[in-house]
């Protein structure tokens, strides 16, 4: 009983792991959400923790009384890093998975402090968000491919824990004696 436990602990325990794992699309973590112009605006960015490299950044844009998502709003997404050039990229409703978002995705080159700025411009005009966010350092690469790499390593200690139950089982079950039927007939 303890070998199946500890086999069901090992195959959630590395599903969690590897589900865990940063991944790009509509979503992760809510950064901003605010009302502004006649808009509800919230922002999501993902990965989290949100690190160099590619990013990112899903929109929804709400009509403030209503709450209807405004998909005819046009989104620009802007980050900048204090003294560095920005970057800025149209957030649109195809880049996204989930249509009632915009998204838009960059590539930050550096970790420390960058300011986000979402611009709506929609049937209430236009209204200006801004927040910041801390970008942390680049994954490691092995990090960002363990579970890639580590699944025939589970595939295998599971194989050998079969292995023991299935000895267990065969040395519980009670043996035959090939004579047994000759006797009793």
């Known amino acids: 009983m303890k070998m199946r436990r500890l086999a069901c602990d090992l195959l959630f325990g590395w599903l969690f792991l590897a589900s865990s794992m940063p991944a790009r699309g509509d979503g ?73 978002l915009h998204a838009a995705q960059f590539e930050l080159s550096t970790p420390g402090r960058w300011e986000m700025e979402v611009e709506v411009d929609g049937s209430h005009g236009n209204a200006v968000v801004r927040c910041e966010l801390e970008v942390a350092e ?32 065969s040395h519980a079950s009670p043996r035959r004696d090939p004579n047994a039927s000759s006797k009793r007939g």
Request: include cysteine; proline fraction near 6%; charge should be positive.
């Open 28 to 100: 992760g973590s809510l950064r901003l959400s605010e009302t502004t112009g006649g808009y509800r605006i919230t922002a999501f960015t993902s990965p989290t923790p949100f690190r160099v490299g590619w990013v990112d950044i899903s929109v929804l844009v709400q009509d403030a009384a209503s709450g209807q998502a405004m998909l005819e709003a046009q989104v620009t997404v802007r980050m900048a890093q204090r003294g560095q050039p920005g970057l800025e990229c149209q957030a649109t409703t195809e880049a996204a998975t989930n249509k009632l």
């Open 138 to 169: 680049h994954l490691p690469r092995w990090l960002e491919i363990w579970p890639w790499i580590s699944w025939p390593a589970l595939a295998i200690a599971l194989f050998g824990i079969h292995q023991v139950l299935t000895r267990r089982l």
